[in-house]
């Protein structure tokens, strides 16, 4: 299921929803090497030197399970150092598809939450989710030897949103397109969230070497669950959280 747009209405501009979207953007064309593009496809190369710059990236600045548990850069060449990854892990991300269904997400549900949550304590909240994602994520290597695979991605941040919106705006109605049915439907934003929520406990069941983080996913949702209600919500803001 893909998200379209919500109905839930915003009070104020979302500065750090568009910031944290900004920032992922020019994260990922440095992940690319922009600059290098133009030269790649005069050559007839742009795919092969884009992945090449996209695997490198991922590798210097993506959150590697032994390097946060053993606070050692085994390459040494990390952007910064171990468990410090964590953070630049999140502004990064291992393709195109993989960026654009973040930055969707982040887009639709983040402005409401921020909404609730004010500037600061979102940003807050943002970061918190992702760090929880990504510690839930190499608890889960440690215990199943997938040590040295990075990790990138706003997956569980953005899934810390999910698991905000679906306390604060559990009414509001998500206009999903449905591929199976080559359709657009309202859905309650609690059965989209809670779909969504269920594919993921799913597939750590059923799937195996996806390269998807799902137990991140499922962590960040979870943080999200929760920080929502330790941070409250803004002053004035309590008038719309029925809306929908």
Known sequence: MIPLRDDAPVGRTPVVTSALLLANLLAFLWQVDLPALPRALARGELVAVAEAHLQESVLRGGAIPYEVLTLEDVEHRDLLPPPLTILTAMFLHGGPLHLAFNLLFLWIFGNNVEDALGRRRFLLFYLGCGVAAALLHVATAALTGTLLAPMVGASGAVAGILGAYAVLLPRARVLTFVPIFLRAVHLPAAWFIGGWFAVQLLSVVFSSNTGVAFFA?????????????????????????TAG
Request: aromatic residues 8%; hydrophobic residues 45%; glycine residues 24%.
């Open 217 to 241: 996913h499922i962590g960040g949702f979870v943080a999200g669950l929760l920080l929502v209600r330790i941070l409250g919500r803004r002053r004035g803001w309590e008038g719309r959280r």
